[in-house]
């Protein structure tokens, strides 16, 4: 069991007990766009560099090292490149890029800013979650103070831009599409985003909590933010913690804080019936993890060993009374339903896992479903454009693996 | 150029090359539905994977380009799991309704899970329902519960015809193809999303229910429409003739030609077959007398024509020739004038409204052969003239053929003038019309598909048109007709087939020379002039 691992100082969340913390003012009272004051004296190369040195990854899910993603821009690009921020915050269990949106919006501002300086990008789209309507509404008139005060529309644009509400829509690519004005679809790739991505210009999409970790990597430095985390990935994000627990929230800590530490201290420990069953540590598209298995830290690598990921750090906490099958049957149903359908297998997988896990939960089940779902999980692993089905086989393998016996006692003559 | 081994074999292709034309090139098939070479890559189907060495996963051959020195395996275990894994996605939804299916025979499911599928069934829930033979359009039929959702229509919709009537709503397994309000399928294309459809979800309206496909024999043929004259295939029904009402023309279907139609027809030539099963067909040569029309056996017809022709002055004879006659039609009908010293000789007769054109493949003039007869000298005179000088008497003896002049654009009364005013009207071709009833001897012509030959499209383009099956009744080919008169005029010999006629045609015309059958062969080949 390693030390507790928080962040003696918070940083994303300093601003969160202010009640009008979402205003200019406010933002700069805590020495708001001073990072910004610093970075426009700064070669775009050199900024880029810091974040590759502060191993700051994405936090929207996928974990990507953000500098080399940013690197991916071709060099000498004549024509216009996006920014694009994916605020389309939709895996279950994850809520924290809201909080950003609502009571840190300048943050996200002042992020992008040097963001967009970094790559050569003058036009920036703000994609958010339709279902989002307070954090836009907080977001927009941020937006306007920001030109109001001069630091937007003197070399960087943002337009903010209202999802309809499909989870496919937080894929890069399907919300590049939708952005496009286009059926939410992914795309192909290759082409990648970097290369050929909104509007077919060179783009990049990173999360509202990877952009709002900017600002503080330029003001104290790379070093100074790597420090925080792992060798792997530095600073310290949001945990967006629910579930069985006393107290569900958004907590900040180090990216390497105990998944046990979280539930017990930050989120105030198991309700229900007290005792820990399983916790799902990155959103419903990462495994679950059985109470005997929640001792790992929860950095990127951390969770990849212990057989799952970090993802957007939705922890999903569940008590003994909580019945696996029937949560297995709520997160397949999920998928049945934003399944974009562009790929026939995610298409038509999703559809029948959720029914055979229907059929479980119900007392319907067949002796040969378990084996079914699994086959068809792992058949169609790996197939698609895009991650949403493997993010899916997740949970349908880890919850029926972990606890099949659980599954089996529901299907009759089983 | 880059050089690759695809299962072992190594072949050299140009840069930029999917792995699916690669694979294509040597003769390996790499299954695909929502990959079409006229439409972007979709990538959606995901059944072309196939294993790249130092790739971890397999890949999808459609969007996937060739690069040197890549080996690609589309035969391993875990390729051959995976597309048997894909075609058991497809097909969990898919109603199964194979006997009451017009696809049945030529479905892209059956053929693949034959091919790579042969797997036990497991899916034993509810399927997914949506809505059936939903019209689109005029020739479209919907049925949404076979649909694979490859996007090959929304795609030729979005790219080829640019209207964009199509797209797929809803999501996951509640996708279905369906219109945008307010649209209907109806472009001068729609037929083709039939074509492309890799299953029983679109289907012809026209030919639904009809005759099943295993019974079809097929030929390939030119469309008569329009001067493109885009490549088919004549579908035929001839071995259950009490389906489909007994027509013999099944449907017709687009045949690939990179330099004429690519992969597609119009409607209006998909849908405009009738005429060669229809009730106007003429069917026996025949002769009037009085008010009378007698049938005439062609022993009888052929002397009683040729001594018509013969009691006139060549200048007493005028000659309005079609362009929807063959090149070898045409050819002997200008050897037959040539020898009877008549000058009085055209093809073109203006259409009431002039014919819509696109610029896609429809061409405003709806003759397949215009640019054939102009460059074998039918063009000697003038059609308005013709009928002038008979409506003068100074034309006595007025040959017609096909045309219904009474349909153009001239005045019905100048046109009447001139067909009363001749002593003597003959009409040859395939259907009666107004135009006919005024004949006093009518010779009976075999339509395109029972006869052989070849037209001349607008570019100058001459391709062969073949013979699907026998003419109706007694009707001959025209150049066969024509070939008889000649013989009787001249005493020559006459050609026994059409490809006779052409060979002459080469050795007379300039535009033709050097060219035959062979050289032609199934892509065409153009004339002299539009070779330079």
Redesign the interface.
């Known amino acids: 069991m390693s030390a507790p691992a928080a962040a003696a100082e918070p940083i994303l969340t300093r601003n969160f007990g202010r009640a009008d913390s979402h205003t200019l003012e406010a933002y700069r009272e805590t020495g708001g766009y001073a990072a910004w004051a610093k970075a426009r004296e700064m070669e775009p190369a050199a900024i880029t560099d810091a974040v590759k040195r502060s191993n700051l990854r994405g936090l929207g899910g996928a974990g990507f090292p953000t500098g080399t993603k940013w690197s991916f821009i071709p060099k000498g690009h004549a024509g216009p490149v996006y920014l694009v921020i994916n605020a389309d915050e939709g895996e279950p269990g994850t809520f924290k890029d809201r909080y950003l949106l609502e009571r840190d919006p300048h943050a996200l501002i002042e992020g992008m800013l040097i963001a967009a300086r970094a790559i050569g990008s003058r036009l920036a789209f703000v994609y958010v979650r339709g279902e989002y309507v307070v954090p836009g509404r907080r977001f927009s008139a941020a937006v306007r103070d920001a030109y109001d005060a001069g630091y937007l529309g003197r070399g960087l644009d943002i337009v903010v831009h209202r999802g309809a509400g ?1 989870y ?1 829509c937080g894929e890069e690519t399907g919300l590049i599409s939708s952005l496009e004005g286009k ?1 939410g679809w992914p795309k ?1 790739k ?1 082409p990648f985003p970097a290369i050929k991505g909104a509007f077919g210009a060179p783009t990049i999409v990173n999360n509202v909590e990877t952009i709002c970790q900017v600002p503080h990597i330029i003001n104290r430095g790379p070093e100074w933010f790597a420090a925080l985390g792992t060798k792997t990935q530095g600073g310290t994000r949001l945990y967006s913690m629910s579930g069985r627990v006393r107290r569900p929230g958004v907590y900040e800590a180090s990216v390497r804080v105990p998944l046990r530490q979280l539930v017990e201290h930050y989120a105030g420990g198991v309700t229900g019936n007290g005792r820990l069953k399983a916790v799902v540590p990155g959103g419903a598209s990462a495994a679950i993890l059985r109470a005997d298995e929640v001792d790992v830290t929860m950095d990127v690598d951390g969770l990849k060993n212990a057989g799952t990921m970090a993802g957007s750090a939705g922890v999903i906490v569940m008590d003994e009374t909580v019945s696996i099958p029937e949560a297995l049957m709520v997160v397949a149903r999920f998928y ?10 995610c ?6 896992i959720y ?2 896990t229907e ?1 479980i939960v119900e007392g319907r089940g ?1 002796k ?1 479903d378990l084996d ?1 779902i699994l086959d068809v999980a792992r ?2 692993a ?4 895009c991650a949403f089905y493997d993010g899916a086989v997740g949970p349908y393998i880890s919850y029926i693996e972990k606890f099949r016996p659980e599954f089996e006692a529901l299907i009759p003559h089983g | 150029m880059a050089r690759l081994t695809i299962d072992g074999r190594v072949l050299e292709v140009p840069a930029g090359t999917n792995l699916i034309e690669a694979a294509r090139q040597i003769g390996i098939e790499i299954p695909h539905y929502c990959y079409h070479p006229a439409l972007s890559i979709a990538g959606q189907c995901r059944l072309c994977m196939v294993d790249i060495e130092k790739v971890p996963r397999p890949q999808v051959a459609c969007n996937t380009v060739v690069s040197e020195g890549m080996v690609v395996h589309t035969e391993t275990e875990r390729v051959l799991e995976t597309r048997k894994s894909i075609m058991e996605f497809h097909l969990i939804n898919h109603p199964l309704d194979c006997p009451v299916c017009d696809q049945a025979g030529e479905c892209g499911l059956q053929i693949y899970y034959m091919q790579h599928g042969l797997y036990d069934p497991r899916m034993m829930d509810e399927k997914v329902h949506k809505p059936k033979a939903v019209p689109l359009g005029p020739h479209v039929m919907l049925d949404a519960e076979r649909c694979i959702l490859c996007s090959r229509c929304v795609r030729f919709c979005d790219e080829v015809t640019g209207t964009g009537e199509l797209g797929i709503f809803n999501r996951g397994d509640r996708s279905e193809i369906g219109l945008f309000p307010g649209t209907e399928l109806a472009n001068n294309y729609s037929g083709n999303v039939v074509d492309i459809c890799p299953v029983g979800a679109l289907t012809d309206r026209e030919f639904r229910f009809q005759v099943r496909v295993w019974y079809l024999d097929t030929q390939k043929s030119i469309c008569p429409g329009c001067a493109r004259g885009c490549n088919i295939e004549v579908h035929v029904s001839r071995r259950r003739p009490h389906h489909a009402q007994g027509r013999r023309v099944a449907r017709l279907k687009p045949r690939f030609n990179e330099a004429v139609n690519k992969w597609w027809i119009c409607d209006a030539g998909r849908y405009g077959s009738d005429f060669v099963d229809d009730d106007s067909r003429l069917q026996a040569p025949t002769r009037r007398d009085g008010e009378k029309t007698l049938e005439v056996a062609w022993t009888d017809m052929i002397p009683l024509a040729a001594g018509l022709l013969r009691r006139y002055r060549g200048d007493e004879i005028g000659v309005i020739a079609s362009p929807k006659l063959s090149n070898e039609d045409l050819f002997l009908l200008k050897r037959l004038c040539d020898a009877l010293g008549v000058r009085a000789v055209d093809y073109r007769v203006p259409p009431a409204r002039p014919g819509d054109e696109d610029n896609l493949l429809v061409r405003a003039d709806k003759n397949p052969n215009s640019r054939g007869a102009e460059l074998i000298g039918l063009g000697l005179s003038d059609s308005r003239e013709i009928l002038a000088a008979a409506r003068e008497r100074r034309i006595k003896c007025l040959w017609v053929f096909s045309h219904d002049l009474l349909a153009s654009a001239w005045p019905e009364g100048e046109v009447l003038d001139g067909l009363l005013g001749a002593e003597t009207v003959i009409f040859q071709g395939t259907n009666a019309n107004a135009t006919s009833a005024y004949a006093h001897l009518v010779l009976p012509a075999a339509a395109y598909p029972e006869r052989e030959g070849t037209w001349t499209n607008f570019e100058g383009r001459v391709q062969r048109f073949r013979q699907a099956f026998p003419p109706l009744g007694r009707a001959l080919p025209d150049w066969e007709i024509l070939g008889r008169l000649l013989q009787d005029a001249q005493g020559a010999p006459r050609p026994a087939r059409a490809e006779d006629c052409f060979r002459d045609l080469a050795a007379a015309v300039p535009a033709f020379a050097g060219m035959s059958y062979r050289s032609i062969g199934d892509a065409g080949q153009p004339v002299r002039a539009a070779r330079s």
């Open positions: 499909a496919i059926k192909l290759p049945a339903h934003e399944s974009c359908g562009q790929c026939t297998p298409r038509e997988a999703t559809g029948w029914k055979m059929r067949h040969e079914t058949r169609g790996g197939t698609t454009i």
